[in-house]
Each structure stands twice: as C-alpha cells, then as structure tokens.
C-alpha cells in the first residue's frame, strides 16, 4: 500500500464507529477495499433525491407554532427566548423531555406567559407523538448530539422545519441523511450556530464582505472551555457528553469558531471545504480529574478516555484558503474561540477582540478610539436595532436572542433564514472526517459537496440583505 497507510491502518478505519457509515456506494463487489478508495468515496456525492433547498423560502407564517425537544441546560435558557416572541411572532404548542422535573419547569415558567402547551414525557419515543401534530410550524432541538439527527429527519417527513443545536450531525451518513430529507420535504432545517449572530462575529463579516480585509488567506476558529467538571459532575443528561471523549478522538464540537469563519469565506456560496488534516494531543487530564470524582460515579478513575486534550485541525479550501480549527475542553484555560480573520487589507484576532488594518501601523494593533471607530462604521444594525430586547433577555451576551429573533423573524416575513442544511452538514461533518485523519495518522480527508456542485454560485447571506 502506498504512503503512510498500511494494513494496520485500514484494520483500524474499519474499526471507527460510524466515521464511514454513509460512504455513498460502498458497495465493492466484495473485494478488499484499498485505503484510498475508501478516503475517496467519503467525497463522493450520492445522486439527489430531491429538490436543492439553497434560497428556500416558504410563504409568510404570521405566528410561528413552535415544538420544543430537550429542556435540559440549553433548552430550558432557549425555551425562555421563545417565550418572550410570544404571542407577538411565535406561539409554544408543545413541549417535550423525557424527564418530568424538566417539562413541570418549563411549563411553569410558560404559564406565567398565559402559554399553555401541550406536554410530552417520560419515554424516549413520546417526542415522536409531538410532531406528528399538524399545529406545528418549527420544531427545536435541544436534545443531545446522539439524536439530533433522528429528530430533525422525523420531523421534517412529518411536515417541519426544524431547529436544531450544535452540532447537527456527527456522522457522515447523518449530514446525507439530513441534507437528503431537506430536499426531499423542501423543509428548513437550520443548525442553531448561536455564534454567528455574535456582535463582534456580524462586525467582522460585514468588515470582510466590504473588503476592509482584502483577499481573504486564512482563519483559526477554535472551541477552547473548561468542561471537566460538567462533564464529569451530573448536568448533562446520562452524562451524554463525556462518553464522546471515551469513543472518539476528533475535533467533537467544531461549529461555534468554524461556523462564523466559515461566513467570512463564504464557504457553500463561493468556496468550499476540500480537506482537511487533523492531530491530537496526549489524553491525559480527564483521566487525572476523574480520580476527583466520587466512587459511584461512573467515570471515576477511569483510564480509557482517547480524546486527545487538544485537537488540532487544518481545512484548505477550494480557493486555497486555510483555517485552523481547536478543540480543548479538558485544560485550565480561559474559554476563547480564536475568531481570527487575515486577508491583505488586515487581521483580527479575538479574545481579546483587536484589529491591524494595512495602511496603519500594522505591527501594531489599533489604538482603542480608531478600534472603536471602525466597530461604529462596520457594527451590524440589528444589534442596535433589537438593543433593548438582548439586554432583557440575553442569552450569551444577547447572540442567542438575535438568533432565535432572526430564525422565528424570518419564518414570519417568508424570507429564507439566515443559514441551511449545506452549512449543518458541511461545519458539522469535521467531527467524523477529523476522526478519521486522526486515525490515520493526519492524512488528508476530502469533505464531501453536499450543495452538489452549487457551492460555486455567489450567494449573499440573509443576515446581509435587511
Ligand atoms: N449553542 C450553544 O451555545 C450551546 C450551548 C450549550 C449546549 N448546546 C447544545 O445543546 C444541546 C443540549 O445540550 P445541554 O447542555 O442542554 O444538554 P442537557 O443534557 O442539559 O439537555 C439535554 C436534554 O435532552 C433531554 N432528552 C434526551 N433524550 C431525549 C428524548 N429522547 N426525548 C426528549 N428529551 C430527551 C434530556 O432529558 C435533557 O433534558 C447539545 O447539542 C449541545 O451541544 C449548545
């Protein structure tokens, strides 16, 4: 065999769970498969089964039904979002979570809004009840990222667009699945990419479709938060979370620094992912935390965690542009997503945000009055447009607001949302091809086209044309 691969590395792909379920036409006549025809066919495009969803829009819903799954951390903070659109734009009709402490809470807090939701529990199936209700526009998904898909697919066939958390899918044949039931049910399906709708993250976009960067070279975009304790403690539900990090070695959650980066490149409307490469560290510090843990839970002193504590990742993308791409939920280290831009024209990095402009002096950053000049001129509307709301209702510093306002908002005036399937499926999928680099010892592992070819076509983003 050629290259770094060998035998020994196709025994271990074979044994990667699910990273190469979804390979279109795996069907090899029963002959061995070579390493790099099975690397090739992760690129390869099924044939459609429907209709492209690029520019989809659906007539005007003047108050949008809402059906909400997963009222757990995020779904209860998101769930109250919801809430305060009603009855102006949405209404909640019915709520679900498998646990019972989690639906009384909820409908508590609703009651105190004059909703009255309809209320599925206690089995992990009753969801499936709710969306077959014909007096259901949207369905949210705030469940955990095992099932995501399953309820995304369910509930389009049954007529809905849906929301749906990060990551939307963490197996290749998931994105298929998702983008292919889109298309087939000409439903929405959005990926909640929160981070997208970030002050600082509009500014830059708006900055970098004005040309204040010039040619566009490279980004690094990163998911860097102290986790261990929530993952090890009880929050999660069945502790969901940490079991990843038992099973896989990949970047696992790589949407919240990709996704807007992936904006400022215009990744699906003009470029596109082609591959990427990708390499862990050592796993080394949940193995020392759960020794803190107390004797019944289950991952006290445990030793088989694989996730390396930092996952690297390159993508290059069609237009030959580079992005860096972090995972690190495991060190004791300040929470960042990198959020940096470099292009001719200048560079920013964030956390801090700060700005170098060529034309300045560029071996500095920029003095605070002309940073803030530039946030003054470049500042997306809609957060002074909306001030008052986020500084009521927030959500991670008011860009979950803006999110949920833009997607409900959207619904309500029959333009398209702000993000598709393309994007769920293309920032989502790193997941599984980073585990299969990883695996592989870095090779490079090509994304496949999901927009079938249509990634070519210049497309401006919603968010920019109000
Ligand atoms: N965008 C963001 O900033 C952000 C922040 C936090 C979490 N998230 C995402 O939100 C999702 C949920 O995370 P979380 O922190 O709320 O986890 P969580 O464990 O607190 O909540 C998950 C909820 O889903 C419920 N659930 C599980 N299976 C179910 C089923 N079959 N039917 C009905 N309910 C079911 C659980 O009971 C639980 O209440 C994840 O995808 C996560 O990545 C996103």
């Given at each position: 065999m050629k290259g770094p691969l060998n035998r020994r590395s196709f025994l271990r792909i074979s044994a990667?769970?699910?990273?190469?379920?979804?390979?279109?036409?795996?069907?090899?006549?029963g002959k061995t498969p070579d390493i790099e025809e099975l690397l090739d066919r992760i690129s390869a495009t099924p044939s459609p089964s429907g209709q492209s969803v690029i520019g989809l829009t659906v007539p005007p819903i003047k108050q949008v039904r809402v059906g909400i799954i997963g009222l757990g951390m995020r779904g209860s903070g998101m769930t109250k979002l919801i809430d305060a659109l009603c009855p102006d734009k949405a209404k909640i009709v019915a709520i679900c979570d498998l646990q019972e402490k989690y639906t009384s809470r909820t409908l508590e807090a609703l009651k105190k809004n004059n909703q009255n939701p309809a209320v599925y529990k206690?089995?992990?199936?009753a969801w499936k009840e709710m969306v077959?209700?014909?007096?259901?526009d949207l369905v949210f998904i705030f469940t955990h990222w095992d099932v995501h898909v399953e309820m995304a697919v369910e509930s389009m066939r049954q007529g809905k667009h849906v929301a749906v958390e990060v990551?939307?899918?963490?197996?290749l044949e998931e994105a298929w699945q998702m983008v292919n039931t889109a298309e087939e049910t000409q439903r929405n399906c959005i990926m909640?990419?929160?981070?997208?709708?970030g002050s600082e993250e509009l500014w830059l976009l708006n900055m970098a479709r004005q040309g204040v960067f010039g040619n566009l070279t490279y980004g690094e975009a990163a998911y860097i938060h102290d986790l261990r304790s929530l993952m090890l403690d009880h929050s999660y539900y069945n502790q969901w979370r940490i079991r990843h990090h038992v099973k896989h070695d990949a970047n696992?959650?790589?949407?919240?620094?990709?996704g807007p980066v992936s904006q400022y490149m215009e990744i699906d409307r003009g470029?596109?992912?082609e591959y990427l490469v990708s390499m862990s560290s050592p796993s080394v510090s949940l193995a020392e935390y759960s020794?803190?843990?107390?004797?019944?839970?289950?991952?006290?002193?445990?030793?088989?965690?694989?996730?390396?504590d930092m996952n690297t990742s390159l993508i290059k993308t069609a237009k030959g542009r580079m992005i860096h791409l972090y995972h690190d939920v495991v060190t004791p280290r300040p929470y960042s997503r990198n959020n940096c831009l470099a292009g001719t024209g200048g560079y920013h990095e964030g956390y801090p945000s700060r700005l170098a402009l060529d034309?300045?002096?560029?071996?500095?950053?920029?003095p605070d009055n002309e940073y803030k000049e530039m946030r003054a001129k470049y500042d997306h509307p809609i957060w002074t447009r909306l001030k008052a709301e986020i500084e009521k209702y927030g959500g991670h510093g008011g860009m979950d607001f803006v999110e949920i306002y833009r997607v409900i908002d959207n619904l309500n005036r029959g333009i398209q949302l702000d993000m598709d399937v393309y994007d769920a499926a293309s920032w989502s999928v790193v997941y599984p091809l980073s585990e299969i680099s990883v695996q592989l010892g870095s090779v490079p592992v090509k994304f496949p086209d999901f927009t079938r070819g249509r990634w070519k076509e210049p497309r401006k983003l919603q968010i920019l044309l109000d």
């Open positions: 990667l769970t699910g990273a190469f379920m979804g390979i279109p036409s795996l069907g090899l006549g206690g089995d992990p199936n077959k209700r014909d007096d259901i990551p939307a899918a963490i197996t909640l990419e929160n981070c997208c709708y696992l959650y790589p949407t919240h620094g990709l470029d596109r992912f020794k803190k843990m107390d004797y019944s839970n289950e991952f006290y002193n445990r030793n088989d965690f694989i996730h390396g034309g300045k002096d560029s071996h500095r950053w920029l």
